[in-house]
């Protein structure tokens, strides 16, 4: 292969950088032309690329966010979108493709790559932890650490003034960044996606906790399916009159900041792996990790990841404050 594109796409997730700086840093390695598209597929469609040097990528591993950009572009999902796509790569004389992101940014490669029949390589990005075939995804480490050191803060105030609070976090679909933080913060009450909520449960709960006059914290998962915390405020409180319930989005602050040594780590292994695979002449799959081991996976087995959240649970169920 004698040039490689790469992009992000969707979501920005820390560590997205570190990935960037490795394949361009090791397609220089074998000789091979690193080219980034800004944006995402938007920025393919509009033609927006240029050729990286090492200089580009210096002091970058430690930034959040992408340097070159992402967006979300429905146009891309469209034939005459995608056949714009395929101008511009075949302009810039592209052998080779890596895209960084989720499901829908592989879907994307996936239709791009049977039309155009060039090779891709998908690199997981998202806080979610959401993606089929692989044990982690870049970024969500740091959104975890970001999440628990958040919630620490929290309790602090819940403490002092004998307040509940529902923290709300990413997940709309999966509920790892919740259950993880719940773990990770000590946290017995958490609602995820993948869990009927019992809202006459969560009251008892909650009541529970304030007898002993103990800071009331409850991770709620966006997608949760009793709602998200703002509806889920509304249905405890006609039980618990009297009680001071606050609420915290964490919001976007959950992507930001400096990636974790893991995820740094983790971006950088990630992206060399994808340019070997790619001057290997292999196509169609995924960068994965598992089992501490990076690997291949499938792209046309790539989707949302349904997780089975029982052990975990049952962790949390079990170091529970009986005496309370």
Do not use: W
């Not at 240029?50 to 970058?60: L, Q």
């Not at 740091?142 to 307040?163: E, P, Q």
């Amino acid at each position: 292969m004698k040039k490689i594109a790469f992009l992000t796409s969707g979501g920005d997730a820390p560590g997205m950088n570190a990935a960037i700086r490795s394949i361009v840093q090791t397609c220089l390695h074998f000789n091979c032309i690193p080219f980034a598209i800004y944006d995402g597929y938007q920025g393919m469609l509009e033609g927006r690329g240029r050729i990286m040097e090492s200089k580009d990528v210096e002091n970058c591993i430690q930034l959040g966010g992408t340097i070159i950009g992402t967006a979300r572009c429905k146009e891309f999902m469209t034939l005459e979108g995608r056949g714009k796509a395929i101008e511009f790569l075949r302009k810039e004389e592209i052998d080779g493709l890596i895209v960084i992101g989720g499901d829908g940014t592989f879907a994307g490669a996936m239709l791009l790559g049977k039309e155009m029949n060039i090779p891709i390589i998908g690199i997981p990005g998202t806080i979610d932890n959401d993606i089929k075939g692989t044990d982690y995804t870049i970024g969500f480490d740091t959104a975890l650490n970001t999440v628990v050191a958040s919630i620490d803060k929290i309790r602090d105030t819940a403490s002092s003034h004998h307040r509940v609070f529902l923290v709300e976090v990413m997940g709309k679909d999966a509920g790892s960044l919740a259950i993880d933080s719940a773990l990770g913060s000590a946290i017995e009450t958490v609602l995820i996606p993948e869990e009927q909520t019992d809202i006459l449960k969560l009251v008892q709960q909650i009541k529970s906790n304030r007898e002993n006059i103990k800071a009331t914290i409850v991770i709620v998962a966006e997608g949760d399916d009793a709602g998200n915390s703002s509806i889920i405020i509304e249905k405890v409180k006609p039980y618990l009159e009297g009680v001071d319930i606050k609420q915290t989005i964490l919001g976007h602050i959950q992507r930001g900041g400096s990636p974790s040594a893991f995820d740094r780590i983790l971006g950088t292994s990630m992206g060399n792996f994808a340019v070997n695979e790619l001057i290997a002449g292999n196509t169609n799959k995924m960068v994965s990790i598992k089992n501490n081991k990076v690997c291949l996976h499938d792209l046309n087995n790539i989707g949302k990841l349904s997780q089975d959240f029982n052990q975990k649970l049952r962790i949390i169920e079990e170091l529970v404050d009986l005496s309370k």
